[in-house]
C-alpha cells in the first residue's frame, strides 16, 4: 500500500465530514468552501431518494424526512456503485432504524416496497420467458411465461387508493402483481388472488402443470376440475396482459 | 434544415433528452459519452434506448465512481463489469476522474479533491495501472474541479504529472475545470496548462459552471460554457499534439437540443479552425 496512513487519515477526515457535518481539522483545508461538499453529496443523496420515493416523501412531515435523510447518509455506508440503488438501502435503513416513523404512518412500509418494486423493476436485467413445464400436454401447446415480476403482499391498497386516506380500517392482505409490460417496458400493478399468486410462482420455480395441478388439490382443496377451469383462466388473462404467449 | 453532422465534437447522453434525441433532426454529433454506473446492468425501456443510441454512435465511457483516489480497494467486480460492457458495445474509451468517491466502504457519489502529496501520487498511479491491466487498454484521467486544498505537499501540477508519468495513462483535460480552479485558486489558467504533459490529451471535456460567491465557481455543468472558456479552448487546442475529440457536458438545467447543438457548433468550428492550421503547420 503505497498510501501513508496519514493521508489515509486526511481523506477518512474528510469524507467522514462531508457525510455528518462534524468538526475537523485538515492542514490546507479552506473552512468556508468544505460546507460546499457537504452540501453537494447531501443534495444528491436527498433528490436521489425523493426522486425514488415521492410518495412517502409526500407522506412524512418534511422535517422527518430530511432527518432520516441526513440520518441514512451519515449512519449508513452506501454499497452500491449505482445511485439509483441506494432506495432500497434507505429503505431497509428505516426498518431497522427508525421504526418510529413506520408507528406514525402505518402504510410508510407498504409505500416504500411499492415504490421500491416499481423502480427495480423498471430497471432490471432483461430476460428471457420460461417455458410452462408441461404446459403442451395440457393445453396444445407450449406458453412462455415473462418472469420481470415482482409478487408483493401489502397490508393497505396503496395501489387502489391514495395511501394518506388509508386507515386502520383498511388493514388487511392484498396481493399485488407488479409486472413490467413487455412492449412499453413500463411497470404495471395488478390485484391478484392469492391462488394466482401461488400459481405464478410455482411456474417461476419451474413446477410441472400436472405438478401444480397436483398440489393445489390438496394445498386449496378444490376439485380437479375446478382447479384446472382457473388454470385456463388464469393462462388467459395474463395472455391478454401480453405476460404470457405460445410459441 | 440540414442535419449538421461534427466530426470532432461529442455530447454527454442524458436521459432528459433521450427520445428527442433519437429522432432529432438537427444534429448528429461525433460521439456520445455515458456514466458506466448508469447503464451497466439496466434492462427494459432504458436498455431498448441505449441499445438504438449504441448502434447509431460510438459511446465513449467516463466513470464516476471508481475512485481511484480513494484510500477504499479498487471494485474489481465492477471493472469486471466495465470490461463486459465496453465489449458488448464496442466501446473503445473509458475515462475516469482524479478524485475519490469512496471512503471507508461508503460511496459518496460526487468528486473529492485528493492530497497532492508524493503518496498519494504513486497510490493513484498504481492503481491506474492496475485498472489499465484489467481493462487491457489505457484510460484518460480527468482533473477535477475542486474547492479547497487537502493537506497538499506538492503543487498541483506536479502532482499531477508525476501521477501521469507513474501511470503512463492518457489525459482528459477538461477546459472548464482548468478554468473554474484557477479562479478558486488564483492562479493562470493558460500558464498551468502548459505545464501539463498536453501530449497525453485524449480527450477534451467542455461545460458550464456558476459563480456562487465573488471568489468561488462550482462546476455545475448546469449552464453554458462562457466565453472565456471557449478562449481558454482555442488558445489550448493548437499546443496539442493531434486531434482528440471535444465533448460537450450538460447535465443540469438542460435547454432544448437546438441550443445544445449551438455550443457544439461553436466548439466545432474552433476544431476545424485549429485542427485545421494544425495540420497545415505539419
Sequence with gaps: ?247 | MAVQNFQHTGIGFRREFAEEFLSNGFFRPAFIEVAPENWIGIGGYWKRIFDKIAATYPVYLHGLSLSLGGPDKLDKKFLKEVKTFMKEYNIMLYSEHLSFAKCDNAHLYDLLPVPFRMDSAKHIAQRIQSVQDMLGTRIALEIVSYYTPVAAEMSESDFINEVLRLADCELLLDVNNIYVNAFNHNYNANGFIDTLPLEKVKYIHMAGHELVEPDLIIDTHGEPIIDEVYGLFEKTIPKLSGQVPVLLERDFNIPELQVLGAEMEILEQICNNKFRRLHDVA
Design chain 1, 1 to 247: 500500500m503505497m498510501l501513508h496512513k496519514d493521508t489515509r487519515l486526511v481523506q477518512q477526515n474528510f469524507a467522514r465530514y462531508c457525510r455528518t457535518g462534524g468538526k475537523i481539522q485538515i492542514p490546507g483545508v479552506l473552512p468556508e468552501r468544505i460546507p460546499y461538499y457537504r452540501k453537494m453529496l447531501s443534495t444528491v443523496i436527498d433528490e436521489t431518494l425523493i426522486s425514488a420515493f415521492p410518495l412517502a416523501n409526500g407522506l412524512i412531515d418534511s422535517k422527518e424526512w430530511a432527518d432520516a435523510v441526513e440520518n441514512f447518509f451519515s449512519l449508513h455506508d452506501c454499497s452500491a456503485y449505482q445511485v439509483w440503488k441506494i432506495a432500497d438501502e434507505f429503505r431497509q435503513f428505516l426498518i431497522v432504524d427508525k421504526k418510529e416513523l413506520f408507528q406514525k404512518y402505518p402504510v410508510l412500509h407498504d409505500l416504500l416496497l411499492f415504490e421500491w418494486t416499481e423502480m427495480d423493476l423498471f430497471n432490471t436485467p432483461d430476460t428471457v420467458p420460461v417455458p410452462i413445464k408441461g404446459s403442451s400436454k395440457f393445453f396444445g401447446c407450449t406458453y412462455l411465461m415473462n418472469t420481470e415480476i415482482r409478487i408483493l403482499q401489502l397490508s393497505f391498497p396503496i395501489h387502489l387508493q391514495k395511501a394518506a386516506s388509508l386507515s386502520d380500517a383498511d388493514r388487511g392482505i392484498y396481493i399485488v402483481l407488479a409486472l413490467r409490460n413487455p412492449e412499453s417496458k413500463f411497470v404495471e400493478f395488478i390485484a391478484i388472488s392469492v391462488f394466482h399468486a401461488w400459481l405464478l410462482e410455482q411456474i417461476i420455480q419451474k413446477q410441472s402443470i400436472h405438478t401444480i395441478l397436483h398440489k393445489s388439490e390438496n394445498i386449496f382443496n378444490q376439485k380437479s376440475t375446478e382447479i384446472r377451469i382457473q388454470l385456463i383462466s388464469f393462462v388467459n388473462h395474463f395472455t391478454n396482459l401480453l405476460f404470457i404467449k405460445s410459441t
